[in-house]
């Protein structure tokens, strides 16, 4: 069985390449990962508008472990948020806290199986 692919087309009229062998496109268990970086990114970004903190950008990077044995759930995901801008370090954190406590379906449905943590990295620009 070699490239196996498939296009996923969600209600929103959007398509997306998968492909479990990660040759011609991101594999599901990448998508979910993607998933909560944008989930979380889009919560963080929207709390930080409305709070009319100046960030110029954010970038949510996620590293996670897997069980061992199938199915190989993520039992570990380490998110950083790289936050560029002159923001109030608290404005930011209560932005990320409300994201993984409240707001971010992708994040409630991962926190059944694996601990999620949380960086923060500022840089003024």
């Known amino acids: 069985m070699d490239r196996v692919r498939f296009v996923g087309e969600s209600d929103s009229g959007h398509g997306i390449v998968m492909d479990g062998d990660k040759k011609t ?3 599901p268990i990448e998508l979910v990962l993607i998933g909560l970086c944008g989930c979380t990114g889009y919560d963080v970004a929207s709390i930080l508008s409305k709070k009319r903190e100046p960030f110029t950008s954010l970038e949510v990077v996620a ?3 897997r069980a061992k044995d199938p199915p190989s ?3 570990e ?3 950083t ?3 560029e801008g002159k923001v109030s370090r608290k ?3 209560d932005a990320v806290r ?4 409240k707001y971010c379906s992708v994040s409630a449905m991962l926190e059944k199986t694996a601990k999620i943590t949380a960086e923060i990295q500022y840089e003024e620009g």
């Open 91 to 93: 404005s930011v954190e």
């Open 98 to 101: 409300l994201s993984t406590e």
């Open 77 to 79: 995901i380490r998110l």
């Open 25 to 27: 496109g991101n594999s």
């Open 63 to 65: 590293k996670a472990e």
């Open 73 to 75: 759930v993520f039992t």
């Open 81 to 83: 948020y790289k936050v």
